[in-house]
């Protein structure tokens, strides 16, 4: 019997002395050259998780990321008004990704933070959550089946394997995430690219996505018919007479507009502190007296609630921040995102949602919103 994967929202980022800190550091003794020039000039960089080591990833597959895999993502860019270079280091889990490679990158995400002396902001970004910082990076996100583990590593559909797409606006990016063989993958809401072969591909369009999605979902499906046109189909006209269209796909039902999208929720931030004990809850010490609708902010929180001496987890509703005082060590800078996990076992809502460590003296501006600073 196969030993079966343990999922990343599992993991207990409790890292130093661990297992993975060993695996880590002896990967990186026999030659981890992968910090070499970065950071030096303003520019996107790539590398994915294998074997507890960072590879580049191939400049012309930015963007595209392998369900099964963990990736560090790092933004050097020059503010307007200063030539200091800023550096903003992610790490991406795809929702199939291993403990040991979410562990991994957390573990990495500090190097190179330690790397660059501290400089960085480090965000955690999970598969279909992305910020809208982490997706203004990229043109499109596209989430592959497969991974490293897997031995999947390349990105163009095959003749023996036909795949489907939903083709989904997220602020002002796409998304292409590839879905299950399904009838019940479709939605009225979104478009979708089916590719049976290189001479039979298809757009088809709920009666209710959006038209950057539709001409999105043409322009990809006319790259992949690279023998003949791609077909376009509009549900509810005329699409029911493609029966080559609907025999790759499985019975089911079509969604509706409304069942693919989450409701948008209002939500009082709320403030703990956070111990160096993993195994205990973390203490709430504030929270805010108004609601918050996404990108409607008012000062909510006392910023005299935040202590040097301690490190505080601040839940916004969509978006999580780690603050950390400036004494915090290699080890508690680990432990940072370490505390966010903690939270999810609380909150549940939270295992998916962006993360990010904020380091005092360096709040982005929007941290710095919710405290009025």
């Known amino acids: 019997m196969a030993e079966e994967k343990m999922s990343w929202k599992d993991t207990n980022l409790a890292l130093i002395g661990s297992d993975?800190?060993?695996?880590?550091?002896?990967?990186?003794?026999q030659g981890e050259d992968a910090w070499e020039g970065m950071g030096?000039?303003?520019?996107?960089?790539?590398?994915?998780?294998?074997?507890?080591?960072?590879?580049?990833w191939p400049k012309e597959q930015y963007g595209e990321f392998f369900k099964g895999d963990s990736y560090i993502v790092m933004k050097t860019y020059k503010e307007d008004d200063s030539d200091a270079l800023k550096h903003d280091i992610h790490i991406w889990i795809g929702e199939d990704s291993t403990q040991d490679e979410y562990g991994t990158a957390a573990y990495k995400m500090v190097e190179a933070d330690d790397f660059l002396g501290g400089a960085p902001v480090q965000h955690r970004q999970v598969q279909g959550k992305e910020s809208a910082e982490f997706q203004s990076y990229f043109e499109s996100?596209?989430?592959?089946?497969?991974?490293?583990?897997s031995g999947f590593n390349h990105v163009e559909p095959t003749v023996e394997k036909p795949v489907l797409f939903?083709?989904?606006?997220?602020?002002?990016?796409?998304?292409?995430?590839?879905?299950?063989l399904s009838k019940s993958s479709l939605n009225e809401g979104d478009s979708f690219i089916l590719y049976g072969d290189k001479?039979?591909?298809?757009?088809?369009?709920?009666?209710?996505?959006?038209?950057?999605?539709k001409a999105k979902c043409n322009q990809w499906a006319e790259n992949m018919c690279t023998l003949g046109t791609a077909t376009v189909l509009d549900q509810g006209d005329g699409d029911d007479e493609h029966p080559?269209?609907?025999?790759?796909l499985s019975s089911g039902e079509i969604a509706s507009a409304e069942a693919a999208d989450e409701p948008v929720t209002e939500f009082k931030p709320i403030l703990f502190r956070v111990d160096g004990n993993p195994k205990t809850k973390l203490k709430e010490v504030a929270k805010g007296c108004f609601k918050q609708r996404p990108g409607k902010l008012v000062r909510v929180l006392d910023k005299g609630s935040l202590n040097e001496d301690d490190v505080f987890l601040m839940d916004s509703g969509w978006e999580i921040f780690v603050w950390i005082g400036k004494a915090a060590d290699t080890s508690e800078k680990i432990a940072a995102m370490g505390a966010a996990d903690r939270y999810a076992e609380m909150e549940p809502r939270a295992a998916d949602l962006?993360?990010?460590?904020?380091?005092?003296?360096k709040e982005s501006p929007l941290f710095k919103s919710y405290f009025g600073m």
């Open 166 to 180: 939903r083709v989904k606006s997220s602020g002002k990016n796409m998304l292409m995430t590839q879905m299950e």
């Open 40 to 56: 030096e000039t303003p520019e996107l960089k790539v590398w994915r998780i294998e074997k507890f080591t960072v590879k580049p």
């Open 244 to 248: 080559d269209f609907w025999a790759y």
């Open 354 to 361: 962006p993360v990010t460590i904020v380091k005092s003296g």
């Open 199 to 213: 001479a039979n591909v298809w757009c088809w369009n709920g009666k209710a996505a959006k038209p950057l999605e």
């Open 20 to 29: 993975i800190d060993h695996k880590c550091k002896e990967a990186a003794a």
């Open 141 to 149: 996100l596209q989430y592959m089946d497969g991974g490293v583990e």
